[in-house]
């Protein structure tokens, strides 16, 4: 029976079954991550398969060094930056990751520790402590409060009159610096070697989601954090240099290769490289009644010019036409009808040095 589950996914990061290619990137990163505490930072154009380079090569190092933590920035803690404190929110991070997948406790007690009036929940160990406290330091911490205070005087008409006075408390936790996070790296560091760990990974694999000022000043504001062998920093980001309102048009790729091992990633290599990633994906879902005519390979990996995005998204359209037409094999004229369209929004894309948002290219390749 036919899956009806489209097996090409061109939005989300793909890892083994169904990752492709990438054989000297995957065997460069094994390599600095086994015998360096370098950081390592990928470029490349939006959809070019950064994060799936990266969540491959660490899964397959997760399996086999157990004595590495790792940790997965978040798109949406990654904004956090924009409003002030990214190694404040990282340490926030790493301590409640460490108390929950090393300590294996509630989130919510530690949590309810870091309250002005918490309950006697003495920690039983010397490392809960240290990680406890070093919560509180992070956690994020507004006080405002004002008051007035107003007086009236008056004799029997002949006079009158009122004083006040106000006043007003605020109390707010400044940005952590960089040499207070290793401070705080060591003794985190100290508490997880006692569960046999001797490295942290931190993974920022959405850069590139960022507005491109703010990814720029992310990396100048925490260089020295993020040139520190006490921790190894896996970021991927776009060098976006003539986005609108960002006038300083700044490299910054300059500024990742000063403090990692970096590599700039391209597009698929060849037409095989297509054709085993459609193996891999009907593989993955069990087809085994759709005949894909191997001359396919060649038109998309010549159209879509071997950009992994676009290629997933023409073999999607093309794969819900057939299933929606009841067929049963793939050919040539299933994509003729989609290569100029993909044609012109590659062109686009490559004027626009890769910088097109995605729902702009859908918009593009959509379109009837």
């Not at 009122?162 to 996070?181: A, C, H, I």
């Not at 989601?209 to 703010?214: F, I, N």
């Not at 040139?227 to 006038?247: D, L, M, P, R």
Request: aromatic share 10%; glycine share 6%; charged share 25%.
């Amino acid at each position: 029976m036919i899956d009806r589950v489209n097996p090409f996914d061109h939005n989300n990061p793909v890892t083994p079954p169904i990752f492709t290619a990438r054989k000297a990137e995957l065997e460069k990163m094994e390599y600095a991550l086994r015998h360096s505490n370098e950081s390592i930072s990928i470029s490349g154009s939006y959809g070019i398969g950064k994060s799936s380079l990266i969540l491959t090569s660490l899964e397959k190092f997760g399996r086999e060094q157990s004595t590495t933590f790792i940790l997965r920035i978040s798109d949406g803690l990654l904004f956090h930056f924009i409003y002030g404190d990214f190694l404040a929110v990282l340490t926030h991070k790493l301590c409640a990751s460490v108390w929950t997948d090393v300590f294996k406790e509630s989130y919510s007690e530690l949590l309810e520790d870091s309250l002005r009036y918490p309950r006697n929940t003495d920690a039983t160990s010397a490392a809960k402590k240290t990680l406890k406290r070093i919560f509180r330091v992070v956690t994020s911490e507004n006080i405002a409060s004002s008051g007035s205070k107003t007086s009236t005087v008056g004799a029997k008409m002949i006079a009158s009159g009122s004083t006040t006075e106000s006043n007003s408390l605020s109390l707010v936790r400044k940005p952590l610096m960089p040499f207070e996070f290793l401070a705080l790296l060591d003794e985190i560091l100290g508490v997880i070697s006692e569960f046999g760990y001797t490295k942290i990974i931190v993974v920022c694999d959405q850069l590139n989601h960022l507005p491109p000022k703010a990814n720029y000043d992310l990396l100048r504001q925490n260089i020295d954090v993020l040139a520190s062998k006490k921790i190894t920093f896996v970021v991927s980001a776009e060098n976006i240099k003539n986005e609108k309102g960002f006038e300083d048009r700044v490299d910054t790729e300059i500024l990742l290769k000063s403090f990692s091992l970096w590599m700039n990633l391209v597009g698929f290599g060849s037409r095989n490289e297509v054709k085993d990633y459609v193996d891999n994906c009907f593989a993955a879902h069990q087809i085994d009644d759709i005949d894909f005519i191997d001359g396919n390979c060649d038109l998309i990996y010549s159209v879509c010019e071997g950009n992994p995005w676009f290629i997933a998204k023409m073999l999607r359209m093309v794969y819900q036409d057939v299933i929606a037409a009841g067929k049963n094999k793939i050919d040539i004229g299933d994509f003729e009808k989609y290569g100029i369209r993909f044609a012109k929004a590659v062109t686009a894309y490559k004027a626009a040095e890769g910088c097109l948002r995605w729902s702009e290219l859908n918009d593009m390749l959509n379109m009837g």
